[in-house]
């Protein structure tokens, strides 16, 4: 069951979403669909087959949870460097300059 109403689209509606995919598949020249290495043209094709398997919302969800996961362990392994060098676990002296000097520019 179709959850849209069936119509017709108004005239011209066409052409404004074709802008609109036009404008945001670049960003300045770049075009952002065009993958140079083969690394992202797998990514792309990957995110096209969960996309087409899961849905497109899904996979964004999918998208998400993978992205907090990478967050949440890249905040532990900074944790992890922040307690050896306040606890100067065979750090370098180094550090300690370096590691106030981004504690009073870091909100």
Do not use: C
Not at 24 to 43: A, C, I, K, P, Q
Not at 47 to 64: Q, Y
Not at 71 to 96: K, P
Request: hydrophobic content about 45%; cysteine-free; overall charge neutral.
């Amino acid at each position: 069951m179709n959850a849209q109403p069936d119509k017709k689209d108004a005239p011209g509606e066409d052409a404004a979403r074709q802008g609109e995919r036009r404008a945001d598949r670049f960003v300045g020249g770049l075009d952002l669909t065009n993958w140079r290495t083969s690394s992202g043209r797998r990514l792309a094709r990957a995110t096209r087959w969960v996309s087409s398997r899961l849905g497109p919302h899904a996979a964004l969800i999918m998208t998400l949870v993978i992205g907090a996961l990478i967050a949440i362990a890249l905040t532990a392994v900074s944790t992890e460097v922040y307690e050896a060098v306040t606890e100067g676990d065979g750090v370098a002296a180094l550090d300690h300059p370096l590691l106030n000097a981004v504690m009073t520019r870091w909100p």
